[in-house]
């Protein structure tokens, strides 16, 4: 007999979506602000983000969760910085998923933070598809990668909020064209910001850190102590 | 690459719809959408190994390709685009606004007797 067609109509990915939007409530409702990050293997991350929570210590409580696909390399360099730091060996599995941030959540009190931090595995392909329950979803571009990287990627430039140009301190070594750079991200992203920084000399840092904090004002989150 | 795990989910989800119809599924039905982060080919070929020893066994995926669609806020019209490259093709404005291209989403089965 011939077969019907029946309509279901489902996302594949109902599920992650659903966790994700729980996160996203319980981060609301305890008042943390929550950025991402993703990028190629490399790009920076690790450093970038030791800095930054470095740099906020002082005056917010910071935390970060690290997705690594085997070491625990990158989370002891972000515990230099004296923030709690908790790491999600992912095995196999090449992102980030919602459940995953929800399981290494257990025993932490959002409510404590101001801002937490995830770094995802570096894939700029895989973790694209992955809603996290973030307020900020940071991508990651590094001088060196070459000013076509957006082209390649078009789709994690396009669900990301904000991007990063990192080890801007190369930049000069590499003959580094940031208006090539910039016209390709606004074709995959119009209007998104980008910000140029050298975690190695701290240029830009002050710009980043400047938004982001806006950006927490402005989420609706209380101001830090 | 994820797509052997969105090919699990996918046939996750047609496990459970073939069982509450108490139905034979030949094939799944699949909108993808060039924003959805997955790779057609990549998922064509991890199918038949997510299907292996579930009740998908022998079924066939099928890919509809869902155009990028944006709206432009200058000629206030919906424009398809025929790459990721957000220019409004007949004005040339940036259109940040995405109106279809994020599908990832299972719309229909093909039914066949009970098992
Ligand atoms: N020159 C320079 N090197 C950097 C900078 N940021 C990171 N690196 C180097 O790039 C490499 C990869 O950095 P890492 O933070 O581990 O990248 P991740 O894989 O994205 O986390 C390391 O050798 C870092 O020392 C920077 O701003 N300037
Ligand atoms: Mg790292
Ligand atoms: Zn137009």
């Known amino acids: ?225 | 690459m994820h797509e052997l795990s969105i090919a699990m989910n996918i046939v996750e989800i047609a496990e459970s719809e073939a069982g509450r119809r108490n139905a034979r599924i030949e094939a799944v039905h699949l909108r993808l959408g060039p924003l959805s982060g997955v790779v057609k080919d990549a998922l064509l070929s991890a199918w038949e190994l997510a299907c292996e020893n579930t009740v998908l066994a022998g079924s066939r995926l099928v890919v509809e390709d869902v155009p990028l669609v944006v709206y432009c806020p200058r000629c206030k019209a919906q424009r398809t685009l025929d790459s990721i490259s957000f220019l409004c093709p007949e004005c040339q404005s940036p259109t940040p606004d995405v109106v279809h291209g994020r599908e990832l989403e299972v719309f229909a089965l093909e039914v066949g007797d009970a098992a």
């Open chain 1, 1 to 225: 007999m011939t077969p019907r067609l029946v309509e279901v109509r489902q996302n594949v990915l109902k599920h992650n979506d659903e966790v994700a939007r729980a996160l996203r409530q319980r981060f609301h409702a305890s008042g943390v602000f929550v950025v991402s990050l993703v990028s190629s293997p490399g790009s920076g991350k690790t450093t970038f983000l030791e800095r930054t929570l470095t740099s906020l210590r002082p005056g917010y409580r910071v935390a970060a969760l690290v997705g690594d696909l085997a070491t625990e390399n990158d989370a002891r360099r972000l515990a230099r910085s004296q923030a709690p730091v908790k790491q999600i060996v992912t095995g196999t599995l090449c992102h980030l998923e919602a459940s995953m941030i929800e399981k290494a959540l257990d025993g932490w009190n959002p409510g404590e933070l101001d801002f937490l931090f995830i770094e995802n595995v570096g894939n700029l392909v895989c973790p694209s598809s992955y809603d996290l329950g973030e307020d900020l979803r940071l991508v990651l571009v590094s001088v060196t990668e070459g000013e076509d990287k957006p082209l390649k990627y078009p789709t994690i430039f396009n669900t990301s909020d904000l991007a990063i140009v990192s080890k801007m301190d190369l930049a000069p070594a590499v003959e580094f064209n940031w208006p090539a750079l910039e016209k390709n991200i606004q074709a995959v992203r119009p209007e998104m910001r980008v910000i140029r920084v050298s975690a190695k000399t701290g240029q830009g840092m002050d710009e980043w850190l400047e938004s982001l904090t806006a950006l927490r004002s402005s989420a609706g989150a209380v101001p830090g102590p």
